[in-house]
């Protein structure tokens, strides 16, 4: 069975406040995480729940094809 993970992420906004997240390495990010198949919308939801445990509901969807370059030496 072929699976589509996409990578999603989310930008959480109250008020003036924007969500962030720290990562182990000492930098800052916005929560993402893997759909593993399923709905994006869902995926937000569930990511969310299990890496921060915050029960949001997911309304809006942005999509952005980032292609990443590497130059060999």
């Known amino acids: 069975m ?3 993970n996409n990578i999603i992420c ?3 906004r ?6 962030i997240a ?5 930098k ?3 929560p993402t995480g893997i759909t593993e198949g399923s709905d994006e919308l869902k995926s937000v939801e569930r990511e969310l729940y299990e890496e921060y ?3 949001v ?3 809006l969807l942005f999509y952005i094809n980032i292609a990443l370059l590497r130059s060999s030496p």
Not at 14 to 19: A, N, P, V
């Open 10 to 12: 989310a930008l959480i």
């Open 53 to 55: 445990n915050i029960k």
């Open 57 to 59: 509901k997911a309304e």
């Open 28 to 30: 800052w990010e916005l």
């Open 22 to 26: 720290k990562r182990r390495n000492g």
């Open 2 to 4: 072929i699976m589509n």
């Open 14 to 19: 109250k008020e003036d406040f924007i969500l």
